[in-house]
């Protein structure tokens, strides 16, 4: 079975006016300029003290349909957490978490052998030289760093 095409795919986006979120909740954009990218909110401050969300980007509709694997457009409606994960763990999303305390959202993302972590907001910029794939990884990293990330969120403003 093939996967469709770029201009299956496209006519389904422009249908939705380019952006649209699907039945799963996720957010799902495309312009001819930036491409295409999905964004959803897993966990938010109501859940936890951390607000937990994935986000995929690409540079091209053939990306797209590769990435998460689509034979039909009916399947771009079911997308969902597991799917982006899926790309997360492949290297091809971010998981995107903002502790309340800092008031920022860090980064992580997998890169070959590490993962790196990256605050735009703090200025931040860190390498793990192991995969951070479950939760608990994430809150460890938070926890070992937390002396490190308050820093940068003092350093903030000045």
Known sequence: MNY?????????????N????NLSGMQIGW??????????MHQSYDQGPYEVSI??????????????????VSE??????????M????GEAEIIIAPMELEASLSFKILKLKTII???????????YEHLTMPEDFER?????????RVATQMRYK
């Open 4 to 16: 469709i095409s770029e201009l299956e795919l496209r006519e389904f986006l422009n249908d939705k």
């Open 18 to 21: 380019n952006r649209f979120t």
């Open 31 to 40: 312009s001819e300029e930036t491409g295409i990218w999905t964004f959803l």
């Open 55 to 72: 986000a995929t980007e690409y540079d091209s509709l053939t990306d797209f349909i590769t990435g998460f694997k689509l034979y039909n």
């Open 76 to 85: 771009i409606d079911h997308l969902n957490y597991t799917s982006s994960w």
């Open 87 to 90: 790309r997360y763990l492949n």
């Open 118 to 128: 990256f605050s735009l907001e703090l200025h931040f910029y860190d390498e793990e």
């Open 141 to 149: 990293y938070i926890l070992k760093k937390e002396s490190l990330l």
